[in-house]
């Protein structure tokens, strides 16, 4: 004998959404033809130009102001732009780390200068494809680097001396065109966040980890651990305070690099992955600027 119960129907204000008819479908695919040749239109015709910008006070200092006093050290023209900026990691040492990018070679480098932007100098990783965000910590007293270079579909790891001097040390990872990679050792791990080259890059975030540097590393058991657009592309390197770690990630959802998330990890393990954005960083607290890539601090 089964007894059924009668009970309230739920009131809602929220939308209730149906499978698509035909002509809504067309509508939404004449959308995406809309953004795709706004895409290609700004890609012919118009140039980015990012900036390197310098910012003397806290991240919560950043965080409450909206007006943010910085110095900028990188020229900005259609010619050329520097981006992807990282403090080198030895504090004794004044320098930055960032993507040269050429619009004449049309292919980015990794170079380095002071923190004024002199003594500018193009580093040599011996490879001739398209390098960027080059993501940098140290390790045994010793200075490494993981350029992104999807183009050789692969994860690499080198050193570089105080003299500006690459040596490639191994591959972390192999066939994998990893983009933005991000390595942060935590809970007796290593772990490196990265997204995929025409695998939603903006949108879908992947996590391998491993015991050391030396063996091979493993892929999270949920990969893409998460596919949103707004939180996922890594946005500069982790920062670790009173205990907690914090992952700053890219929100992509106006266009690429719009805002930058700083998220807050509640659970990171083989199996599971939970994070929760506490805070925002806003290009307009710049200036007049409509995105922000990442910060490095």
Not at 12 to 20: D, E, I, S, V, W
Not at 120 to 125: E, N, S, Y
Not at 196 to 207: C, E, G, H, R
């Amino acid at each position: 004998k089964e007894v059924f119960e009668e009970a309230a129907v739920a009131a809602t204000k929220a939308r209730l959404y149906k499978f698509p008819t035909n002509w809504r479908f067309i509508y939404f695919m004449f959308i995406l033809l809309g953004n795709k040749l706004k895409f290609h239109f700004k890609q012919l015709f118009m140039s980015e130009s990012w900036q390197i910008a310098r910012y003397e006070n806290s991240l919560e200092d950043m965080n409450h102001s909206t007006t943010l006093k910085c110095t900028y050290i990188s020229p900005s023209n259609s010619e050329i732009y520097f981006a992807d900026p990282f403090i080198w990691p030895n504090s004794n040492i004044k320098k930055l780390l960032f993507e040269y990018f050429s619009y004449q070679e049309n292919c980015g480098k990794i170079a380095w200068s002071n923190f004024d932007g002199s003594e500018f100098k193009l580093l040599d990783f011996g490879v001739n494809s398209h390098l960027s965000y080059p993501f940098c910590f140290t390790f045994q007293n010793e200075v490494y680097c993981i350029p992104e270079q999807a183009e050789a579909n692969c994860v690499s790891l080198y050193k570089i001396d105080e003299k500006g001097a690459v040596i490639k040390w191994k591959n972390l990872i192999e066939n994998f065109a990893a983009r933005d990679t991000t390595l942060i050792f935590y809970d007796q791990k290593w772990w490196l966040f990265c997204t995929k080259a025409n695998y939603f890059d903006n949108a879908a975030l992947f996590i391998f980890y491993s015991e050391n540097l030396e063996t091979p590393f493993v892929p999270h058991q949920n990969n893409p651990v998460k596919v949103d657009i707004r939180n996922a592309r890594p946005a500069g390197n982790f920062f670790i305070k009173n205990n907690n770690l914090f992952r700053p990630a890219q929100n992509s959802a106006a266009h690429y690099g719009h805002k930058v998330n700083i998220n807050k990890i509640i659970t990171l393990n083989a199996s599971e992955f939970k994070e929760e954005i506490i805070d925002i960083i806003d290009p307009k607290q710049f200036g007049n600027y409509t995105g922000i890539h990442h910060i490095s601090s």
